[in-house]
């Protein structure tokens, strides 16, 4: 499985941004998947996850109410709309890929990763 992520970039707080993160193999729609992100200096953290179908979605404290996962199985392609930035998210964001279908929180659970999208919140 290889996956592509995109839509990262520049923009001021309280603006909007929408990741993509677009996977190549059948098996995409039986797979759990997570966006984590790094910032300079520090551990990649989990950010949110969504489960195989959908149907569960698990996000981190600090990004409850203010981003939303989803997916669509037929485009093989998951999202993270992000809005009322904060420069705090700033990072590099990635999206990941669980065999098994059961989102996970940690890192070390994932099976395939994205090359990652740099994304900038400027005060």
């Known amino acids: 499985v290889q996956l592509q992520a995109s839509g990262g970039g520049l923009v001021q707080a309280g603006g909007s941004l929408r990741l993509s993160c677009a996977a190549s193999?059948?098996?995409?729609?039986?797979?759990?998947m997570g966006w984590f992100r790094q910032a300079p200096g520090k551990e990649r953290e989990f950010v949110a996850g969504i489960s195989w179908s959908g149907a569960r979605t698990y996000y981190t404290d600090s990004v409850k109410g203010r981003f939303t996962i989803s997916r669509d199985n037929a485009k093989n392609t998951v999202y993270l709309q992000m809005n009322s930035l904060k420069p705090e998210d700033t990072a590099v964001y990635y999206c990941?890929?669980?065999?098994?279908?059961?989102?996970?929180?940690?890192?070390?659970?994932?099976?395939?990763w994205g090359q990652g999208t740099l994304v900038t919140v400027s005060s």
């Open positions: 193999g059948r098996a995409f729609s039986s797979y759990a």
């Open positions: 990941a890929a669980e065999r098994g279908g059961i989102v996970a929180t940690s890192a070390t659970v994932y099976d395939y």
